[in-house]
């Protein structure tokens, strides 16, 4: 695969919507992913990744992602609610977990389907060596199309080089890399695999950008309310690695 035929995650909302269009998605599918994004924006309002970059459009790379590999909308819009039970605001401003209000707010919001598979999402676990795990042991059957959204996802993380200037699993990614391809190729994903084998081969070459690393952060926000600064600032006192600015 050329760079040249190398797929780019988009990052905007309004870009991604040409996507669709061009990937032959009727204006309604659109609609109900701009409302969506609406959706999204207050829910992961202020939110940063480790980067730097505003978590809304690693939202929408995601959603990107799964886009282009597979026309199922369901899945698209799950893709951009990934976090939604891990690092989401609420209307209630508790935790993102997923309560049974969070969880009858979010379905209300995106439909039955939706919240289920990003549920789902958040149960599976995709942290270091979780890849390399699932290629050795097998993915239980039924999981599917839930590996297919988390593979998708990290084409996205590694579209802007972000796993070199924020290496969240580790200094090398090599293993991670062959153990998400064989995973993609064991589901039927084809070009998935070559994606991931594609961005993956970029790494070598990005060993500079250690220096960039800011080692304190998992991530940061900008609290948009003064209830959500003193909990992160609670959060910070309490030893979480995170940055109230």
């Given at each position: 695969m050329t760079a040249q035929d190398l797929f780019v995650p988009r990052q905007t909302n309004t870009a991604l919507y040409i996507q669709l269009h061009d990937a032959g998605h009727p204006v309604e599918d659109i609609l109900r992913v701009q409302r969506?994004?609406?959706?999204?924006?207050a829910m992961f309002n202020g939110r940063y990744r480790k980067t730097g970059r505003p978590f809304i459009c690693h939202a929408v790379g995601a959603a990107s992602s799964v886009a282009h590999f597979d026309k199922d909308l369901d899945l698209v819009v799950a893709a951009m609610f990934h976090a939604a039970?891990?690092?989401?605001?609420?209307?209630?401003?508790?935790?993102?977990?997923?309560?049974?209000?969070?969880?009858?707010?979010?379905?209300?919001?995106?439909?039955?389907?939706?919240?289920?598979?990003?549920?789902?999402?958040?149960?599976?676990?995709?942290?270091?060596?979780?890849?390399?795990?699932?290629?050795?042991q097998g993915v239980p059957a039924g999981d599917e199309d839930i590996l297919f959204l988390v593979l998708a996802h990290d084409i996205d993380d590694m579209a802007d080089g972000g796993l070199a200037f924020a290496p969240k699993y580790g200094r090398s990614i090599e293993s991670r890399v062959a153990a998400c391809a064989i995973l993609a190729r064991r589901i039927g994903r084809e070009s998935l695999a070559?994606?991931?084998?594609?961005?993956?081969?970029?790494?070598?070459?990005?060993?500079?950008?250690?220096?960039?690393?800011d080692s304190r952060l998992e991530?940061?926000?900008?609290?948009?309310?003064?209830?959500?600064?003193?909990?992160?600032?609670?959060?910070?006192?309490?030893?979480?690695?995170?940055?109230?600015?």
């Open positions: 969506a994004y609406g959706v999204a924006c039970y891990d690092s989401a605001q609420y209307p209630d401003g508790k935790s993102s977990r997923r309560s049974e209000t969070h969880r009858k707010w979010l379905e209300q919001k995106l439909g039955p389907r939706v919240e289920g598979l990003v549920a789902r999402v958040g149960a599976m676990k995709f942290d270091t060596g979780d890849p390399e795990r699932l290629a050795a070559a994606t991931i084998e594609a961005y993956g081969s970029r790494y070598a070459a990005l060993g500079w950008a250690a220096a960039l690393e991530g940061f926000r900008i609290a948009p309310n003064v209830r959500n600064y003193l909990k992160l600032r609670r959060d910070k006192l309490r030893g979480a690695r995170v940055e109230v600015l």
